[in-house]
């Protein structure tokens, strides 16, 4: 008898956990399993921010998948998908196309930029680590012009973040810091530096509680951060952007605009002809797509609906980590034959904001408020947890943070 | 009886020596020394290409003056000269004027682009400390950029030098080594990196031995570098350059030129209506400038005739060093009433140049060759030598280079 075929669509993750524990849990005789991803590495997207910032190398961010995935299992295929074809049950890629028995979308997020004028073509996105340690070298390369013009130019010094929510705030957080060392480094006076957070709600982290809210503006304004909430982005250009508040229009003039207020799934989704939901997969209990009884979904591309809020769940990590161990499990039950498929609940175990390397909020289990040095902890303990998982004690060993202290 | 003023344009080579000098040489009473810079630090401008090439921090070229200088016997003043009024004894800055008994010229060197179209818009020069970051982050952004577009552009890693000189092929050979580096960093593969030398003679080092130069460019070719002698700069753009080769015009796509081709007197020297020789000042025996007794002139823009040659002695750190020393002994002179003015003869204990941090040439006393190893640990031991005269073994430990296996 043939063995099934299990392609795995993206390293993030998602599709990292999925394939990890279906590499674990299935025989090389039950199943061929193929992960396919554009880089050969995997990244923890919850930490680009720092590398955006410059505080964190990117090495540190990236994982090597030949590190925690064995090579002589699992069939890795660099390559980029163009679209998918479920009733052929085949992916098109960029060098070649790929057939399944059970496929798995791990496919993440992109950039939503809403038709934004000018926000494609000048403004940047945390997506990746290519375009983090873009941002990093943009950021650098401002400062470092500033002093080689005849009239310094004050919008090279002038960084505007695009939404107060959590990548936009972790990513705040990062560069207070890192400012005062670009200006030793490029001899700049810290007064000339401008960081402005533009949130079109009345108050960033909606949806967060007040108090750690509060808390969060606190050590970000104490370090030098303007917020500008109400505020609507206009228009996006190379030397400044335009910001609508209380009906007024207002010029802010800066080279670096980094737009953090917007997620979509993969646009592949709606491209491959999938029945969507604000552009994702609303998924079955068993994270099945709605048609097709062989195509799973995991992460930033699977749509859960939390019926208690009315709202979807957030595309988190947390979550996405979740859904990959149910959909291993559902995935190996269908392709052995062997136990039943399981619904998926997703449990919310809390949310911690970093406000850059010494000041974080969160809330945990129960609603338990976390504020400063303690939310730092539990937000480091969470991204060692995920290694450990990922990886085991050798990956955690070399790519944990562990200094608390800093 | 009022005390004299002796007033030090510049804190390069020349000028840092020269003061350092005086304040060990003369007492609080016999006169005012004041130094005028536009940066409170120093550099060692043979060591830019290094920070230029990012494969040496541009902390550890630079020296704050006041580590050097005791700034209570010298009055420092950060400001920019505009220009000299010698009928006046004054000197006029950007904030303020100050006269002087006694002035030394020290304003160093500027690129010269003679007129090349696009040249001073769109090359980079190795000047100043400012200048060099500027470089190194440039190249760094444009390999950053390289992997965020749709159409990667190969002209964001091609690196063109103008100048087979000695600036020229060292920043070279510092490229040369530095270049695998920033693939890793930023993923990108070596073989589409392409570091071009342009140079309109048709040897690069010219006037050097051509063992020497044959030595150099076997080094860098085996690196990596593309040589093209005879060839001469026609017009430099943002995307690209014009080269001209046996009668052929050629456009080498390129997002970093570096014009490293020909330096110049500080234009503030004619501006000032001092009569000059190819815009210095060709100074008497004793380094004063033909028609003032009160000024003083050392480094790169002081001219003096090498009569064995018949051309003038080159604007090296070397030469400068010896100058300030001559100098400082003349304006002591001269201010005290005490001893008598000395002429100057320079003498040229040999000339190395490097290639990276692990080859160099170079020739030393009586015309002995040094090539690799030798010549790497000869231009360490003319460095630290410069390190000790300026600031003793305090500057030297601090700034030293030492590491002569690296």
Known sequence: MKKPSIVVLGAGYGGMIATVNLQKSLGINEANITLVNKHDY???????????????????????IKEVINMNKVNFVKDTVVSIKPDEKKVKLKNGEIYYDYLVIALGFEAATFGIPGLDEHAFTIGS???????????????AMYNNEKD????????????????????????????????KEFDIDKNKVRIIN?????????GFDPDLVEYAMNSLEARGI????GALL?????????????????????KTTVWAAGVRANSIIEASGFETNRGKIEVRNDMRAPDYDDVFVVGDCALIMNEESGR??????????????????????MATGSGEVESFEPKILGTVASLGHDDAIGVVLNDRKLFGFKATVMKKVIDNRYLLKLGGPGLLFKKGKFNIFY
Not at 131 to 138: D, F, G, M, P, V
Not at 153 to 170: C, K, Q, S
Not at 315 to 333: D, Y
Request: aromatic share 6%; glycine share 8%; hydrophobic share 35%.
């Open 42 to 64: 995997h990244y923890q997207a919850t930490w680009l921010h720092e590398n955006a910032a410059g505080t964190l190398h990117h090495d540190r961010t990236r994982i090597e």
């Open 129 to 143: 680590i290519n375009s983090a340690r873009l941002i990093r070298e943009h950021i650098e390369y401002n400062f």
């Open 152 to 183: 310094p130019n004050d919008a090279r010094l002038t960084i505007v973040v695009g939404g107060g929510g959590f990548t936009g705030i972790e990513f705040l957080g990062e560069l207070a810091n890192r400012i005062p060392e670009l200006c």
């Open 198 to 206: 533009v949130e079109g709600a009345h108050t960033v982290l909606p």
């Open 226 to 229: 303007e917020f500008k909430t």
């Open 234 to 254: 206009k228009e996006c250009k190379p030397d400044g952007i335009v910001i609508e508040k209380d009906g007024k229009l207002e010029e802010i003039p800066t």
């Open 312 to 333: 979807p769940f957030p595309p988190t990590a947390q979550i996405a980590i979740q859904m990959a161990e149910a959909v291993s499990h559902n995935v190996k039950a």
